[in-house]
């Protein structure tokens, strides 16, 4: 695969807005039939790396540096539109993030897919155009293809979604596909089979692949080769197995201790947050959040290396694990959590359900009901942690909001805080925190007002006190207090609405997904603070989430949930080691794992 | 169909609705018909045979009976005032009125849809400012300003075209597109100021879409991406504000066919107003009403001929 000039050649490349450098000088090159990754958090310039390559950026964003496709005069980078439309699902194919938002609601999926063969030459009859998307989507594996290519996107699940924008993307047998964060909206089982769709072309037709994602699991089950981004540069480059097993750059060690959510060990989060653009410093862009730094790292180390990869460190040939990011800890045995012999539940749930009204079969017909819950039992004992997991549709957000007392059963019935005759979202009530800490915080108010929401004296000194004492404890300085959320990161406004939902001293809190929309460098602090919080307290605690990594951090007892129904609750570990229910193996199973081939070979494989 | 069929029973459900209430309105108002023929001299005798020859004296809900059955017929009975049946004046009245509102809409839709596209096509661009600028101007200048405005400039000073007046299309095709040109433009102009604006911001939000990149990663051009994937998306809030705005457009043109002398509706009605005409008022504002009621059945139609997701509810 290395015979000849490199597919892909970007040299020197930089985005800048008007005001910032979001992108720092990168290059790479990828070969015919590789597949790199690209790895880094938000901010990192990954995304617009890729865009860049296309010609894709926003209107406010400029390139500079050059990127160059073989066999085509152009600097893609300086080309014109024509030119570069010419190229732009012809020899290269896109693949998007969000699968909902990427096609066009008001086309049929075939139209779509065959849009991008007419744009490029041939024009085919309406019929042949339909035979053609037929084809495309049954070689990506859609069961009823000619059915899906009629249909229109809202029709289509996720997955069948994300299987018409790759059929989009291949239409054409590019040379190369780009594919960002292609999988990340998508469940686990979902993902790993549009991983291995792309995996298969690629292996199949030879088609190069540049994959751009913040999961390591996921891009070492990929990818040949790596490439590590921090504040807009490579800071580590390298063949996956290499990078992943040894490697050299403090980020990306930093990166993968954090990134291990296996309990037992302590994964120490990154210090610090991922910087806005405009806030790096001069030098090295990690150093104010690493361990190694010291004042050589005020000047820009070079990315230097040869075949094994390359780093970008003053300090890379420090080994071995890092102080202050990884200890070196003794496993901790997960304290598995017992029921208090004469403890009652604080919140319970026997027979929950819910329906909805589904969709009429005949015109006049009577309106079938859809059960999205059915049945649930569920207690929580103080100190206890429960974890909902399941896909998109099994009903975790329902029983949820049900459990929060926001939506009314159909059936069944919840016993605790926010339900008559139980205390309120006061003291000993209940607290939620919500997926989106962006959404759900009031943008007008300050951090002050915000905590202080839920407390009974809002404007008492008492209550004053109580907000720093509270911003003290999920770890935010005191100035905080008088500023608004958009001025903290994604990490610190989580943090923000933990300390809200703490402080009227629930007795439950609920957390929906309360990671899913964070890094992965501060992920584990988040967690880490869940955590600490509610044990302190002797809170109970019911996270929902699809991270399944997630929920085997956190909690202490698991509920599998599918299409409604529970398939499987237990302690944690012991369903983890010893699933007892097909699904929940299956999801398991799905969930990419890093794997680090010893020795030769890059050919990464999942766990199996 | 069905849906068709579906919002055709609400549409004369509300007709009705709205008729009583157009009804009762003018019902609670003091005074009654009879008086105002007879004036401020009549014998209370003779106000009350006249109640009794027009009806009056009936119980109201009689007298609203009766008058819906006749709409239903398309009678809309007979003026006390003039003695001559309201249904055929106020038919030839909509048909002037109609031929406005669509020459105004039509010339509102050929300056939005340009400059609205345009604007957020440039946004980033001097030239998509300074047409921004215009709209915005444009939306502060009042019809019947625009209007006196247009009749100086071609009428007075360039004497291209008249001033005011009407001649029915039957008549001289010539004359009375002539005629139409002043008024149409002084009734979109403004019209077409204020949509695009929403044009311009529907078509900003539709850019920013991710299909719109998709649509370019597959190799279209920028403008075929907007004209392709763009406009078909814009297309739903704009209808929204459309159908609002030709419900605006039906009252703009009372105002407008005062300024040009044209014998409208709005004439008709202004001219009932002053003559306490009840029953022809009672009459033009049904009329008015249903059109709205129309104008908004159809935009529900095409909400789902534009947007696939709507069909299925």
Redesign the interface.
Same mark, same amino acid.
């Given at each position: 695969m290395n015979a000849g000039p490199p597919l892909l050649e970007v040299t020197d490349l930089t985005v800048d807005s008007q005001a910032t450098r979001l992108v720092r000088g990168v290059g790479f090159t990828v070969g015919r039939g590789e597949r790199v990754g690209i790895i880094g958090e938000s901010g990192s310039g990954k995304s617009l790396t890729a865009l860049a390559a296309?010609g =894709?950026l926003d209107? +406010?964003l400029r390139a500079g540096g050059s990127v160059r496709l073989a066999g085509e005069e152009l600097d893609l980078v300086s080309a014109s539109?024509?030119a570069l439309?010419? !190229?732009?699902?012809?020899r290269v194919?896109?693949v998007?993030q969000?699968p909902m938002?990427? =096609?066009?609601?008001?086309?049929r999926l075939g139209t779509?897919i065959t849009? +991008?063969i007419r =744009?490029?030459g041939t024009r085919p009859t309406r019929r042949a155009g339909h035979e053609a998307a037929a084809e495309l989507l049954e070689r990506l594996k859609l069961p009823d293809p000619h059915r899906a290519a009629r249909a229109?996107p809202?029709?289509l699940s996720g997955g069948q979604r994300q299987r018409g924008?790759l059929a !989009?993307?291949l239409?054409n047998d590019p040379d190369l596909l780009i594919c960002d964060e292609p999988t990340t909206a998508l469940d686990v089982t979902v993902q790993k089979e549009i991983t291995d769709l792309i995996v298969g072309d690629s292996e199949q037709r030879g088609t190069a692949v540049l994959f751009i994602s913040h999961d390591l699991a996921l891009v070492s089950s990929v990818c040949h080769r790596v490439l590590v981004m921090y504040g807009g540069r490579i800071v580590e480059s390298g063949p996956v197995h290499r990078v992943l097993s040894a490697p050299r750059h403090p980020y990306t060690r930093a990166l993968l201790a954090t990134s291990d959510l296996t309990p037992g060990t302590r994964p120490r989060a990154i210090p610090g947050i991922v910087p806005a653009p405009g806030d790096l410093q001069a030098g090295c862009g990690f150093s104010n959040r690493c361990a190694l730094a010291d004042d050589k790292c005020a000047e820009l180390p070079p990315l230097l290396g040869g075949a094994e990869g390359a780093v970008a460190c003053w300090h890379h040939e420090v080994p071995g694990a890092l102080p202050g990011v990884r200890q070196p800890s003794a496993p901790q045995a997960q304290a598995s959590w017992e029921r208090p012999a004469d403890g009652e539940p604080v919140l319970s749930a026997r027979g929950l359900t819910r329906r909805y009204p589904g969709?009429r079969v005949r015109?006049l017909g009577r309106r079938p009901t859809v059960s999205v819950l059915d049945s649930i039992d569920l207690d929580l004992y103080a100190g206890q942690r429960v974890g909902v997991v399941g896909e998109s549709g099994a009903g975790k957000s329902t029983l949820l909001r049900l459990l929060a007392g926001l939506d009314r059963p159909s059936g069944g019935r919840v016993l605790g805080p926010g339900r008559p005759g139980g205390p309120g979202r006061g003291a000993g009530g209940l607290q939620m925190v919500f997926q989106d800490p962006m959404g759900s915080l009031d943008p007008r108010q300050r951090v002050r007002d915000i905590v202080a929401e839920p407390l009974p004296h809002r404007g008492s000194p008492a209550a004053r006190e109580r907000v720093l004492e509270l911003l003290a404890a999920v770890g935010l300085p005191e100035e905080a207090a008088g500023r608004y959320p958009h001025q903290f990161s994604g990490g610190q406004r989580q943090r923000i609405a933990i300390a809200r939902a703490l402080a009227p001293e629930p007795a439950v809190l609920l957390a929906d997904e309360p990671v899913s929309a964070l890094d992965v460098s501060v992920r584990a602090q988040v967690l880490d603070l869940l955590r600490t919080a509610t044990a302190e307290r002797d809170t109970a605690l019911c996270v929902i989430s699809h991270d399944l990594g997630v929920i085997r951090y956190l909690c202490d007892t698991v509920l599998v949930l599918r299409d409604g129904k529970a398939v499987e609750t237990g302690p944690v570990e012991s369903v983890w080691r010893a699933p007892k229910h097909p699904y929940t193996e299956q999801l398991l199973a799905a969930v990419p794992q890093l794997v680090i081939p010893d020795g030769e070979g890059s050919e990464a494989r999942r766990a199996p | 169909m069905y849906l068709i069929v579906r919002k055709t029973l609400t549409l004369l459900v509300g007709a009705f609705a709205a008729s009583f209430v157009v009804f009762c309105c003018l019902a609670v108002l003091p005074g009654n018909a009879a008086e105002v023929a007879l004036g401020t001299n009549a014998t209370p005798d003779a106000v009350a045979r006249l109640s009794e020859e027009f009806g009056t004296d009936r119980p109201l809900l009689t007298q609203y009976a009766d008058w819906a059955l006749g709409l239903l017929h398309g009678d809309f009975g007979t003026s006390y005032v003039t003695h001559e049946p309201i249904g055929p004046r106020v038919a030839d009245r909509f048909g002037v009125t109609l031929w406005l509102v669509a020459g105004g809409m039509l010339v509102a839709l050929l300056i939005a849809l340009p400059a609205g596209v345009l604007s957020a096509a440039w946004h980033r661009k001097p030239r998509g400012t300074l047409l921004s600028a215009l709209s915005q101007a444009g939306i502060a200048v009042p019809a019947f300003l625009a209007g006196l405005l247009l009749v100086y400039v071609f009428a007075v000073r360039a004497g291209a075209l008249p001033a005011g007046g009407y001649v029915p299309l039957a008549e001289d095709p010539g004359e009375w597109a002539r005629h139409l040109v002043l008024p149409c433009l002084s009734l979109g102009l403004v019209q077409g100021a204020a949509l695009s604006r929403y044009v311009r911001s529907a078509v900003l939000s539709v850019q920013r879409q991710d299909y719109m990149r998709t649509a370019r990663a597959k190799g279209a051009r920028r403008w075929a991406a907007l004209c392709r994937h763009g406009l078909p998306n814009a297309a739903v809030p704009v209808l929204t504000v459309l159908g609002l705005q030709l419900s605006a457009l039906l009252v703009g043109a009372i105002v407008v066919e005062r300024v040009f002398v044209i014998p409208g509706l709005g004439d008709l009605l202004l001219r009932a107003v002053a003559d306490r005409d009840l029953l022809l008022i009672q009459g033009v504002v049904t009329v008015l009403v249903v059109a709205v009621l129309v104008v908004n059945l159809l935009t529900d139609v095409l909400y789902r001929v534009v947007d696939p997701r709507l069909r299925s509810r």
């Open positions: 296309l =894709l209107d +406010g539109d024509r439309s010419a !190229i732009r699902g012809k194919g896109m998007f969000e938002s990427a =096609l066009n609601p008001v086309y779509q849009e +991008g =744009l490029h229109y809202h029709q924008v !989009i993307a239409a969709r015109r | -």
